[in-house]
């Protein structure tokens, strides 16, 4: 448990990326990743306060949500999960080549990595549009068959608090993709030095989970095979 | 009930100062016998005793199981009205308490109750959320919109009591007060034979049914499109999910407001939502229709001119006393 | 150890740089500390003054100091100033942040940025809701509850909300920056269980702070989402529902509370360990009180809903796992107490607040039993009695832990002391008047005065009256600290490094410390109270 002493971590060069208050380089990595996965429990929770909201509506109101989430573009929402996680694949590629130091291929699965997570915003505004355009936006301009009316409006409340946090949350990775490929570029990512890259994946896997449950939750009610 | 609630009140109230004293009398007799002699002098080397650290977990854990087991006691006779209870309709708005009584009596931030029966309150709310509490009945209860919320008392003393909104609820909250006026028996009554002429709860009901055009499909034969009422009230049926369902009267509102959820088995999901053209007012007052719906009955009796239960009325409760 | 002819050092992290930048751009967990202590403090006497506000209203039964919609938004925003930008993050941000690297032997915390960033995420979060406070106001409670916050009020409820969202993300960072800390960067021999029982209670509020924060930053954009876009989650027209609201909020506010206090009796901790010279006794005890208070304090979320409309069976399961919290809290008491057995007690300042801790906190937390029995919290729920109550555990209980580690780390903070007996007037005085303002909320609130009223029946008077006197002298009790810390700072007597006698790590360096805390990494082998035979050389 204790960390390594500074006589063990070779230290005649520090490595540039070792901040003063750490020991050593392995210390250091141990500890961002810690603090990552500690970050990503709270997301957990974050999430998991609205899909709770979700749950217990579903409950009560299972025809009325079975029936808005008809509404929504399966082809689309299914693309979107494809490419998400394409995406995942090619973060964990980009990873791999990290720690083999290839950087050409890091930069490349980096790019891949943007090109998809911004494909799959792209399509997201898409599908947002079409809401807007038929009125499934919750609030004065709702409209619906009167029998759900109510109740469907609450499925694309949280709809939209789920999907849109969730898009959110891929904004700001690609952003953090935006800076480790800046990084790469610069080299200040290394052999030594790819734990930014491994924990920004874990950032993104993570992002790919929480639409590995959305999607299911929001667009596949009532689509099994048997139902009507 | 209220003196079950100064009980166990009055004995915590003791255990606390017992417990409170014996820390602080034991601190202070600590400080006086340990204090520092010496400006360089350390404690003891005592790390611990497992005995010790177990008695004073054990010790705490029964006294607060049997404290717990006291206040769940007092809880059950809080939530389980007696069978038979007089009942009355609360609905509560920014800033003020409008209650019905089943004749039809209304009153605005007072409720004339008779001493000696026990009094349910069904309760709603118009906008936000409200509460109900009188402190002489130790009782409270939340009062929230969408949802019928119920607490019962029975007065053991004639006399005015506060009745307070106890869930912050805007600007006049504190002003949202009132009175439970506790009579006895025959004033009680003396003041009921003065109600309106309009009629009781269910025979308002009676007229909204009709001018809603309920009656259309809520035939009392078989060849209506919505389900038979009569006699429907306090039965368990089975919804088109297969889920049971009892009917009462937050059933009832469901169905009234937002019929598509819940529909019978049997019956076509057609019924239109009457969110929005029926208040609450007329929701309590079509419960009470439906409730006085007996089988073969088609209209519910109005309440006789001298004395004698009404529709809804209900005898004298044996149960526990409020104070 | 400190020789007796004190000096200050000559480099310490109060003078390694100079000037504005330094310290909005410092990333020196001990200057960040300060910038906290700035925070809270302008926070503190904030809220503080919406309290004025209260009490001088609530001395008289009719509403004639200001209007109804003023009162409301008076209690509001009181609630809201002292638990999100003062209770939470006062003793874990200023204390916390200060000492737990330096009790574990680090140079710094693990994330030095992200410390810094959690303060001006702190800092702009007030300032958000600052701004609702000052445009109009915020009048829903500091509880929010649905519909009234989202369909009803009129008052700046988006922006309030987003600041306490903001806020929330200050909480999340330290807590995280906590957590990594006390796992990875221990000094060699610094084992768990040779930690600190503050490193230790800090440890189970990050926890908190890490796994409940979260939901309140869901449920906020729930309801702002409502009140923006007309969204209809707790709508009820359309199906939504209120007691929803209920209970995602309190899912957080209650561990919220354990997070205002476990840092609290951490510190307690501390004191009676120093002022008796003795190691805590029952130390493993304690410590796992601290881990089980932060873990059942998850549980018991519904008691705040025993009106609320919750089925009976739900309402028995949250009173029994309310009255199992109280267990751990009641141990924490009694092994404090056991500690001065045989101890060598010194009656300096902290050991008087620490005191005063154990004796409100007992009472405060055994008033917690009758709030936990359902069928008598019925009748006290919403009344002052549960003021009364959560009074006496922040402010008999936290506030006075705060202050208690203030005087006593104020040596090794600022390398002065302040004047000793002007501290003990201050104490007492803080004692006496806390007791007077909120031991009569807990009679006049079984006798039935509701919470969050404007005006009373006048039968409740000559109780306000009282609690109203005390609030003043209570006032003044927590203006004077500032004036004799803020003087100490120029001309208190320099402390040394060690003025208490103390065994602790942050005793072995210098007062003030170095930016790097020490001279030499320590190596650990002495448990955490570890008192030798002879205290030497400390000054008296």
């Given at each position: 448990?204790?960390?390594?002493?500074?006589?063990?971590?070779?230290?005649?060069?520090?490595h540039p990326a070792l901040a003063h208050h750490f020991d050593s380089l392995s210390?250091?990595?141990?500890?961002?990743?810690?603090?990552?996965?500690?970050?990503?429990?709270?997301?957990?929770?974050?999430?998991?306060?609205?899909?709770?909201?979700?749950?217990?509506?579903?409950?009560?109101?299972?025809?009325?949500?079975?029936?808005?989430?008809?509404?929504?573009?399966?082809?689309?929402?299914?693309?979107?999960?494809?490419?998400?996680?394409?995406?995942?694949?090619?973060?964990?590629?980009?990873?791999?080549?990290?720690?083999?130091?290839?950087?050409?291929?890091?930069?490349?699965?980096?790019?891949?990595?943007?090109?998809?997570?911004?494909?799959?915003?792209?399509?997201?505004?898409?599908?947002?549009?079409?809401?807007?355009?038929?009125?499934?936006?919750?609030?004065?301009?709702?409209?619906?068959?009167?029998?759900?009316?109510?109740?469907?409006?609450?499925?694309?409340?949280?709809?939209?608090?789920?999907?849109?946090?969730?898009?959110?949350?891929?904004?700001?990775?690609?952003?953090?993709?935006?800076?480790?490929?800046?990084?790469?570029?610069?080299?200040?990512?290394?052999?030594?030095?790819?734990?930014?890259?491994?924990?920004?994946?874990?950032?993104?896997?993570?992002?790919?989970?929480?639409?590995?449950?959305?999607?299911?939750?929001?667009?596949?009610?009532?689509?099994?095979?048997?139902?009507? | 009930?209220?003196?079950?609630?100064?009980?166990?009140?009055?004995?915590?109230?003791?255990?606390?100062?017992?417990?409170?004293?014996?820390?602080?009398?034991?601190?202070?007799?600590?400080?006086?016998?340990?204090?520092?002699?010496?400006?360089?002098?350390?404690?003891?080397?005592?790390?611990?005793?497992?005995?010790l650290e177990l008695t004073w977990s054990i010790i705490p854990f029964f006294i607060?199981?049997?404290?717990?087991?006291?206040?769940?006691?007092?809880?059950?006779?809080?939530?389980?009205?007696?069978?038979?209870?007089?009942?009355?309709?609360?609905?509560?708005?920014?800033?003020?308490?409008?209650?019905?009584?089943?004749?039809?009596?209304?009153?605005?931030?007072?409720?004339?109750?008779?001493?000696?029966?026990?009094?349910?309150?069904?309760?709603?709310?118009?906008?936000?959320?409200?509460?109900?509490?009188?402190?002489?009945?130790?009782?409270?209860?939340?009062?929230?919109?969408?949802?019928?919320?119920?607490?019962?008392?029975?007065?053991?003393?004639?006399?005015?009591?506060?009745?307070?909104?106890?869930?912050?609820?805007?600007?006049?909250?504190?002003?949202?007060?009132?009175?439970?006026?506790?009579?006895?028996?025959?004033?009680?009554?003396?003041?009921?034979?003065?109600?309106?002429?309009?009629?009781?709860?269910?025979?308002?009901?009676?007229?909204?049914?009709?001018?809603?055009?309920?009656?259309?499909?809520?035939?009392?034969?078989?060849?209506?499109?919505?389900?038979?009422?009569?006699?429907?009230?306090?039965?368990?049926?089975?919804?088109?999910?297969?889920?049971?369902?009892?009917?009462?009267?937050?059933?009832?509102?469901?169905?009234?407001?937002?019929?598509?959820?819940?529909?019978?088995?049997?019956?076509?999901?057609?019924?239109?939502?009457?969110?929005?053209?029926?208040?609450?007012?007329?929701?309590?007052?079509?419960?009470?229709?439906?409730?006085?719906?007996?089988?073969?009955?088609?209209?519910?009796?109005?309440?006789?001119?001298?004395?004698?239960?009404?529709?809804?009325?209900?005898?004298?409760?044996?149960?526990?006393?409020?104070? | 150890?400190?020789?007796?002819?004190?000096?200050?050092?000559?480099?310490?992290?109060?003078?390694?740089?100079?000037?504005?930048?330094?310290?909005?751009?410092?990333?020196?967990?001990?200057?960040?500390?300060?910038?906290?202590?700035?925070?809270?403090?302008?926070?503190?006497?904030?809220?503080?003054?919406?309290?004025?506000?209260?009490?001088?209203?609530?001395?008289?039964?009719?509403?004639?100091?200001?209007?109804?919609?003023?009162?409301?938004?008076?209690?509001?925003?009181?609630?809201?100033?002292?638990?999100?930008?003062?209770?939470?993050?006062?003793?874990?941000?200023?204390?916390?942040?200060?000492?737990?690297?330096?009790?574990?032997?680090?140079?710094?915390?693990?994330?030095?940025?992200?410390?810094?960033?959690?303060?001006?995420?702190?800092?702009?979060?007030?300032?958000?809701?600052?701004?609702?406070?000052?445009?109009?106001?915020?009048?829903?409670?500091?509880?929010?509850?649905?519909?009234?916050?989202?369909?009803?009020?009129?008052?700046?409820?988006?922006?309030?909300?987003?600041?306490?969202?903001?806020?929330?993300?200050?909480?999340?960072?330290?807590?995280?920056?906590?957590?990594?800390?006390?796992?990875?960067?221990?000094?060699?021999?610094?084992?768990?269980?040779?930690?600190?029982?503050?490193?230790?209670?800090?440890?189970?509020?990050?926890?908190?702070?890490?796994?409940?924060?979260?939901?309140?930053?869901?449920?906020?954009?729930?309801?702002?989402?409502?009140?923006?876009?007309?969204?209809?989650?707790?709508?009820?027209?359309?199906?939504?529902?209120?007691?929803?609201?209920?209970?995602?909020?309190?899912?957080?506010?209650?561990?919220?509370?354990?997070?205002?206090?476990?840092?609290?009796?951490?510190?307690?901790?501390?004191?009676?360990?120093?002022?008796?010279?003795?190691?805590?006794?029952?130390?493993?005890?304690?410590?796992?009180?601290?881990?089980?208070?932060?873990?059942?304090?998850?549980?018991?979320?519904?008691?705040?809903?025993?009106?609320?409309?919750?089925?009976?069976?739900?309402?028995?399961?949250?009173?029994?796992?309310?009255?199992?919290?109280?267990?751990?809290?009641?141990?924490?008491?009694?092994?404090?107490?056991?500690?001065?057995?045989?101890?060598?007690?010194?009656?300096?300042?902290?050991?008087?607040?620490?005191?005063?801790?154990?004796?409100?906190?007992?009472?405060?937390?055994?008033?917690?039993?009758?709030?936990?029995?359902?069928?008598?919290?019925?009748?006290?729920?919403?009344?002052?009695?549960?003021?009364?109550?959560?009074?006496?555990?922040?402010?008999?209980?936290?506030?006075?832990?705060?202050?208690?580690?203030?005087?006593?780390?104020?040596?090794?903070?600022?390398?002065?002391?302040?004047?000793?007996?002007?501290?003990?007037?201050?104490?007492?005085?803080?004692?006496?008047?806390?007791?007077?303002?909120?031991?009569?909320?807990?009679?006049?609130?079984?006798?039935?005065?509701?919470?969050?009223?404007?005006?009373?029946?006048?039968?409740?008077?000559?109780?306000?009256?009282?609690?109203?006197?005390?609030?003043?002298?209570?006032?003044?009790?927590?203006?004077?600290?500032?004036?004799?810390?803020?003087?100490?700072?120029?001309?208190?007597?320099?402390?040394?490094?060690?003025?208490?006698?103390?065994?602790?790590?942050?005793?072995?360096?210098?007062?003030?410390?170095?930016?790097?805390?020490?001279?030499?990494?320590?190596?650990?082998?002495?448990?955490?109270?570890?008192?030798?035979?002879?205290?030497?050389?400390?000054?008296?």
């Open positions: 448990m204790s960390p390594e002493t500074s006589a063990a971590a070779g230290h005649h060069q520090h210390q250091q990595t141990e500890a961002s990743t810690l603090g990552m996965w500690v970050f990503l429990v709270t997301e957990v929770l974050f999430f998991g306060g609205a899909l709770m909201a979700y749950s217990i509506y579903r409950s009560w109101y299972p025809d009325a949500f079975a029936v808005a989430s008809h509404e929504l573009d399966i082809t689309l929402g299914t693309t979107n999960t494809v490419v998400l996680i394409l995406s995942s694949l090619t973060m964990a590629l980009a990873v791999h080549a990290a720690q083999l130091n290839e950087r050409g291929k890091l930069m490349m699965f980096l790019a891949v990595t943007m090109i998809l997570g911004a494909t799959f915003l792209g399509i997201k505004t898409v599908e947002y549009y079409t809401k807007f355009v038929e009125h499934h936006v919750p609030g004065p301009s709702f409209q619906f068959e009167p029998e759900y009316f109510n109740h469907a409006q609450i499925f694309f409340s949280i709809y939209f608090v789920l999907t849109g946090l969730h898009a959110l949350h891929m904004i700001i990775g690609l952003g953090i993709m935006t800076w480790m490929f800046i990084w790469v570029k610069n080299g200040v990512i290394d052999r030594d030095y790819v734990s930014p890259i491994e924990i920004s994946g874990l950032y993104w896997h993570f992002v790919d989970i929480v639409w590995i449950f959305l999607f299911p939750l929001l667009y596949l009610i009532g689509r099994h095979v048997g139902a009507h | 009930m209220a003196s079950h609630v100064d009980a166990l009140y009055f004995f915590l109230i003791g255990l606390t100062a017992f417990f409170s004293m014996l820390i602080a009398g034991t601190i202070v007799f600590y400080a006086v016998k340990f204090r520092r002699r010496s400006p360089d002098s350390v404690g003891a080397r005592i790390e611990g005793g497992l005995v607060v199981l049997f404290i717990f087991g006291w206040g769940a006691r007092v809880f059950f006779a809080m939530s389980r009205p007696p069978e038979e209870t007089l009942n009355v309709y609360v609905v509560g708005k920014q800033w003020m308490w409008k209650f019905q009584h089943l004749n039809g009596q209304r009153e605005i931030n007072e409720l004339h109750v008779p001493v000696g029966r026990a009094v349910k309150l069904i309760m709603t709310s118009e906008d936000v959320i409200h509460d109900v509490f009188v402190p002489a009945f130790r009782v409270k209860a939340d009062v929230i919109p969408g949802r019928y919320t119920h607490l019962w008392f029975q007065p053991t003393k004639p006399g005015r009591y506060h009745l307070f909104c106890a869930e912050y609820c805007g600007t006049k909250h504190s002003g949202m007060v009132g009175q439970v006026v506790v009579q006895e028996p025959d004033e009680y009554e003396a003041w009921l034979a003065t109600g309106r002429a309009e009629g009781s709860l269910a025979s308002a009901g009676g007229k909204l049914f009709q001018d809603l055009a309920c009656n259309t499909c809520h035939r009392p034969d078989a060849q209506g499109r919505g389900p038979i009422l009569q006699g429907l009230y306090g039965k368990t049926i089975t919804l088109a999910s297969g889920e049971r369902q009892v009917v009462d009267e937050a059933y009832l509102r469901e169905s009234i407001l937002n019929p598509g959820e819940k529909v019978t088995q049997g019956f076509q999901p057609v019924m239109p939502a009457y969110q929005g053209l029926v208040t609450e007012d007329g929701v309590l007052q079509l419960i009470e229709y439906v409730k006085s719906l007996q089988s073969g009955a088609l209209t519910a009796p109005l309440r006789p001119a001298t004395g004698g239960p009404a529709a809804g009325e209900t005898r004298p409760a044996r149960g526990n006393e409020v104070r | 150890m400190s020789s007796s002819t004190t000096l200050l050092p000559p480099r310490h992290y109060l003078n390694n740089g100079y000037g504005i930048k330094s310290w909005l751009l410092t990333r020196d967990h001990k200057r960040i500390a300060l910038l906290y202590l700035a925070g809270v403090t302008f926070f503190f006497f904030l809220g503080g003054a919406f309290a004025v506000m209260i009490r001088l209203e609530l001395a008289t039964p009719a509403g004639d100091l200001m209007t109804d919609d003023t009162y409301n938004k008076m209690f509001t925003m009181h609630g809201v100033m002292m638990v999100f930008f003062f209770l939470i993050p006062a003793i874990p941000g200023v204390l916390g942040n200060f000492f737990i690297p330096i009790m574990i032997g680090a140079k710094d915390l693990a994330f030095p940025k992200l410390n810094l960033a959690s303060w001006y995420i702190f800092m702009i979060g007030a300032a958000f809701t600052t701004y609702a406070v000052v445009t109009g106001g915020l009048d829903t409670g500091w509880t929010f509850y649905t519909p009234f916050s989202t369909a009803s009020s009129t008052s700046a409820v988006v922006p309030a909300a987003l600041g306490i969202f903001i806020n929330g993300f200050s909480g999340i960072l330290t807590g995280l920056n906590f957590i990594v800390t006390i796992h990875r960067m221990r000094a060699p021999g610094m084992t768990w269980f040779r930690l600190p029982l503050f490193v230790w209670s800090h440890y189970a509020t990050s926890l908190i702070m890490v796994l409940g924060t979260p939901v309140l930053a869901i449920t906020i954009v729930l309801v702002a989402a409502e009140r923006i876009f007309s969204f209809g989650i707790f709508d009820p027209t359309r199906g939504g529902d209120p007691v929803l609201f209920q209970h995602l909020f309190w899912f957080y506010s209650h561990p919220a509370v354990y997070i205002m206090v476990l840092p609290a009796m951490g510190v307690i901790s501390e004191l009676i360990a120093a002022f008796c010279r003795k190691q805590v006794f029952g130390y493993t005890f304690v410590a796992f009180a601290s881990l089980g208070i932060a873990i059942l304090g998850f549980l018991v979320w519904g008691h705040h809903m025993f009106v609320a409309g919750q089925s009976v069976y739900a309402a028995l399961i949250f009173s029994i796992l309310s009255f199992l919290v109280a267990i751990p809290s009641a141990v924490k008491v009694f092994n404090w107490t056991a500690t001065m057995y045989k101890g060598s007690i010194s009656w300096e300042t902290p050991m008087l607040y620490a005191i005063g801790f154990i004796g409100l906190f007992t009472i405060g937390g055994l008033t917690g039993l009758f709030l936990a029995a359902v069928g008598l919290d019925i009748h006290v729920t919403d009344t002052y009695f549960i003021v009364a109550h959560f009074h006496y555990i922040m402010v008999g209980g936290t506030i006075m832990a705060y202050l208690g580690g203030l005087h006593y780390w104020w040596p090794k903070i600022a390398g002065r002391t302040y004047n000793e007996l002007l501290a003990k007037v201050s104490a007492a005085i803080i004692f006496f008047g806390f007791n007077l303002t909120f031991f009569p909320q807990f009679i006049v609130g079984y006798l039935g005065m509701p919470r969050r009223y404007h005006t009373y029946p006048p039968e409740f008077q000559v109780l306000n009256v009282l609690s109203s006197a005390g609030a003043s002298i209570l006032g003044i009790g927590y203006l004077l600290p500032m004036c004799y810390l803020a003087w100490s700072l120029r001309y208190g007597k320099l402390a040394g490094s060690n003025p208490w006698g103390a065994v602790g790590l942050e005793w072995t360096t210098t007062s003030p410390p170095p930016t790097d805390n020490f001279t030499e990494t320590p190596v650990v082998t002495w448990d955490a109270y570890e008192y030798p035979t002879r205290v030497e050389g400390h000054v008296a």
